[in-house]
């Protein structure tokens, strides 16, 4: 599943959550601030393997989350092109693509629980100006949660269409899969407001 926690016994692995997210950003803004070039977009995609190697997650691994993010990788060549230089868009996509993969890095090696409590940690301070790190903390929670939810329905609506016509309907899949996560949403939402959660 795309972005579960994986255990291994790796430097990754071993690294404190805070750690890693600090770094994450580092590596995001070098990758993504600056104009695109070779050196940081090819940087960029070898520090992703070497982190996939380096966290013993292997390059099977690597192809899997990759394949995770097919689709997403086809909007963000195919619906730009319309508009942009192709150079422009494949410095974007690849720009993309290496942020979620070393994003993918961090949540293969570290438990969901240790990653929202280094958040929570980190805006500890801010609760001062009224930000609720709490609040903040399950927000997350749910985001994470909610992500191979969606997955799981878009995969069983791909095999029942499948199954059905042998081919994949973008219509009929796109509407189905919308009606289906909003009906989760209100689930959980019906869920949270029960136990007192505003």
Known sequence: MLGQYRARDSILHR???GAKLVGLIVVVLIVAVPPP???????????????FIGARLGLGELWRQILGIRWLIVVIVIVPMLFLPIPTVAA?????????????????????TEILDAVQRALQPLRRFGVNPDRIGLMLALTIRTVPVIAGLAGELRDAQRARAGRLNVRAFVVPLLVQSL???DDTADALAARGVE
């Open 37 to 51: 070039s070779l050196w940081n977009l090819g940087g960029g995609a070898a520090l992703v393997v070497a982190c």
């Open 15 to 17: 690294l404190p959550a």
């Open 92 to 112: 974007t996509a690849a720009r993309v693509v290496i942020v979620l993969l070393l994003a993918a890095v961090v949540t293969l090696t570290t438990r969901t």
């Open 183 to 185: 009906r989760h949403a």
